[in-house]
């Protein structure tokens, strides 16, 4: 089984910043890609940001120049270090990861979230 936690949101100011962390645990050989998505509600989950297993990245066009996706593979861990932090950028926070378990099986995780508001 693969678990994934994440951590780090919380109410910051419009200009602020946050970082948030998702550790991968359980069964877990090797983590292929990663990402970050967001959803508000009534709206679909969107992707915010992806890293891949050579570490490359993409980002979506709204956090571009603010938002910054990277991994620890020694940890498990995930990151998405956000900048300049805007209203718009309210939302629960989700993170996903394309897992290989030692079994060889390939497994999509997501985590429960965790919530972003950004409010003066």
């Known amino acids: 089984q693969v678990r994934l936690a994440e951590s780090g949101g919380g109410l910051v100011q419009p200009g602020g910043s946050l970082r948030l962390s998702c550790v991968v645990g359980?069964?877990?050989?090797?983590?292929?890609?990663a990402a970050w998505y967001r959803q508000t509600p009534g709206l679909q989950r969107e992707s915010v940001a992806r890293i891949a297993a050579i570490g490359s990245t993409s980002y979506a066009d709204s956090v571009k120049g603010r938002f910054t996706i990277s991994r620890d593979d020694a940890d498990n861990t995930v990151f998405l270090q956000m900048n300049n932090l805007k209203p718009g950028d309210t939302a629960v926070y989700y993170c996903?990861?394309?897992?290989?378990?030692?079994?060889?099986?390939?497994?999509?995780?997501w985590g429960q979230g965790t919530p972003v508001t950004v409010s003066s």
């Open positions: 996903y990861a394309d897992v290989v378990t030692p079994e060889g099986l390939r497994v999509d995780a």
């Open positions: 359980g069964s877990v050989f090797h983590i292929n890609s």
